[in-house]
């Protein structure tokens, strides 16, 4: 069973671009959040999708943005790319079923993206 | 943003030793999940935990869900180069908030 798929895996960009992010989560996952990991401040939540849904928003501005499809793959956005967004992008999905034991995150390798 | 309190933040120890690190929240939980990470890569997760008391074991590794739910550890026993990471905790309380919150990780080296 194919684990969760981040595309691509690195990239570059500069001050004021945007970039998109892509996220493929384990077959019959239906819940995906993202992350944002740096040394600085670890892991921070940024949001979760589920059916197509945001259900819950962690305290990012709004140049960051996210979306799912019916098929439970996802995207997040960057806009106005800062130096303060350099960090590694990772990406979880789970089951969620509503029993606890589906609620376990799996997480994919992550989008390196740095800021220049 | 919000983190747990994970400790120690790093440790060095000898192959063969055994290594415990905990995480406390000033939360109730309903979930704990222990990961481990290596460089450059996302977290794998090693151990997850449903109710208060619970102990539970992977292999070498061992993680309990704190009795008052605002706490975890997990033990590694007779560590092995390979060990080498870091370590999250990571916590859910049952709002229906359907976030994680995760640790500020434990640096593990081991020395053979």
């Known amino acids: 069973k194919a684990g969760v798929t981040q595309t691509p895996r690195y990239l570059i960009k500069t001050r004021g671009q945007q970039v998109t992010l892509s996220c493929s989560p384990i077959?019959?996952?239906?819940?995906v959040s993202w992350y944002q990991q740096t040394p600085g401040q670890g892991l921070q939540f940024l949001f979760e999708?589920?059916?197509?849904?945001?259900?819950n928003k962690g305290n990012f501005p709004g140049r960051f943005s996210g979306r799912q499809f019916s098929n439970s793959r996802s995207e997040m956005n960057v806009s106005t790319l800062e130096l303060g967004d350099s960090a590694l992008y990772l990406c979880?999905?789970?089951?969620?079923?509503?029993?606890?034991?589906?609620?376990?995150?799996?997480f994919g390798s992550g989008t390196q993206l740095s800021v220049l | 943003g919000q983190q747990l309190n994970q400790s120690p933040q790093s440790m060095f120890i000898q192959e063969g030793e055994d290594v415990s690190m905990n995480c406390t929240s000033s939360?109730?939980?309903?979930?704990w999940l222990w990961y481990k990470q290596d460089p450059g890569e996302g977290p794998v997760l090693l151990i997850a935990?449903?109710?208060?008391?619970e102990l539970t074991s992977n292999g070498r590794l061992t993680a309990q869900f704190g009795i008052t739910r605002k706490d975890s550890f997990l033990n590694i026993s007779a560590s092995i180069p390979s060990d080498v990471g870091i370590y999250f905790c990571?916590?859910?309380?049952?709002?229906?908030?359907?976030?994680?919150?995760f640790g500020t990780g434990t640096r593990l080296k081991v020395l053979a």
């Open positions: 979880a999905s789970s089951r969620y079923t509503g029993a606890a034991s589906n609620e376990k995150l799996f």
């Open positions: 077959s019959g996952h239906r819940s």
């Open positions: 999708y589920f059916s197509e849904t945001q259900r």
């Open positions: 939360s109730i939980f309903n979930t």
């Open positions: 935990l449903y109710k208060a008391g």
């Open positions: 990571a916590g859910r309380a049952g709002d229906g908030t359907y976030k994680y919150i």
